[in-house]
């Protein structure tokens, strides 16, 4: 299937421009009323992601970024337009990345934010956990740290404005540790700030840890320390205001949930629309009106699994066991096999 390209260096630098022009405009309404209807009028879905995480946002080696990310992105594109490929891929940073959403720079972000009190009421709309996390520290194996106890006067690098300062704060703190904090722009920067011997650790998201290890020919020099230090639901992200379009981004993360709790795949999607399941049917559009109501195709969901799978495909091909991240599922394992993912029910 065919995948876009992502958008080109002038390109990104015009949207981040924008993006950061809204940002100085201070109670700046949206510009559009309604995104759903903008997204059908333009044909393509604008996504920001995260700007190199190998198994969510990142290029291959043909140039053609792949990712958890982008996956979602690609369903979401089914889903409302019927074709994964009309979609548009703009690496963002944290800070152009919730600039971006209110002046509509891009649709929604599929990127790797935490869902918290303060981004939801200040103008952020999550629309679902799409990945439940934690935080956790990385160090290099010559520096004798073991434990978190260890690192007690340590310099821990990370992105400035990112959830991480608050948890490094609160957790020193409440353990009466010493610690000097290094912010930089990006979680990019922060990292190859540590790479480059300039702190003792760095601080992100574990999965985060997982990817940023991955691209590293040295990764054996590494560890991420065992202790997870917070909890980070992780999820896509629409501006306030736009419920329609925060529920068309809600409900097709859901399908893909509910897909792999009802046992429908890329692969076997065509034959369960034969299934005399009700669940499956008012999943696939066979039955009822549930695609009609969020302004869509009633096959929208089957659309969305046939481009990207259910949501364990999409673990398994970009982060599970037999990828370069090694990540199993945990908390993250549907809540019949003992982990936290559920689906809304379609009905």
């Not at 299937?1 to 990104?12: E, G, H, K, R």
């Not at 946002?57 to 043909?62: L, M």
């Not at 956990?129 to 690192?151: E, I, P, R």
């Not at 703190?173 to 540590?194: C, G, L, N, P």
């Amino acid at each position: 299937m065919a995948f876009p390209s992502l958008v080109s260096p002038a390109t990104l630098r015009g949207l981040q421009a924008a993006a950061a022009a809204v940002a100085l405009a201070a109670g700046a309404a949206p510009v559009h009323a309604d995104v759903l209807d903008d997204v059908k009028a333009h044909g393509v879905v604008k996504c920001g992601v995260t700007l190199a995480a190998p198994g969510f946002s990142a290029e291959d080696n043909s140039g053609k970024r792949t990712g958890f990310d982008v996956d979602l992105c690609r369903a979401i594109a089914a889903a409302a337009l019927g074709d994964d490929s009309k979609i548009q891929l703009v690496p963002m940073d944290l800070k152009t990345a919730f600039a971006s959403l209110p002046g509509g720079a891009v649709d929604v972000l599929t990127h790797r934010f935490t869902w918290t009190q303060s981004r939801d009421v200040g103008g952020l709309k999550f629309a679902k956990v799409m990945f439940y996390d934690g935080q956790g520290f990385a160090v290099t194996k010559k520096s004798k740290v073991n434990k978190l106890a260890d690192l007690n006067n340590a310099t821990i690098c990370t992105a400035q404005g990112s959830t991480s300062e608050l948890i490094v704060a609160d957790y020193f703190r409440a353990h009466k540790m010493k610690y000097k904090i290094v912010t930089f722009a990006s979680q990019e920067q922060a990292w190859d700030a540590f790479v480059g011997n300039r702190c003792d650790a760095a601080i992100n998201d574990r999965s985060g840890l997982a990817a940023r290890l991955a691209k590293l020919p040295n990764a054996n020099d590494y560890k991420v320390l065992a202790e997870t230090v917070s909890n980070e639901p992780i999820g896509p992200i629409v501006a306030q205001g736009q419920p329609r379009w925060e529920a068309v981004v809600r409900f097709t993360l859901n399908a893909l949930v509910a897909a792999e709790e009802l046992g429908v795949t890329e692969a076997n999607a065509d034959s369960m629309l034969k299934s005399e399941s009700p669940d499956i049917q008012r999943l696939l559009g066979v039955n009822g009106d549930f695609g009609a109501k969020l302004g869509l195709a009633n096959d929208w969901a089957y659309k969305a699994i046939k481009a990207v799978g259910n949501y364990g495909d999409v673990w398994d091909r970009n982060v599970g066991p037999k990828t370069p991240l090694r990540l199993d599922r945990g908390r993250n394992a549907l809540v019949a096999n003992g982990g936290l993912m559920m689906s809304i029910p379609v009905r």
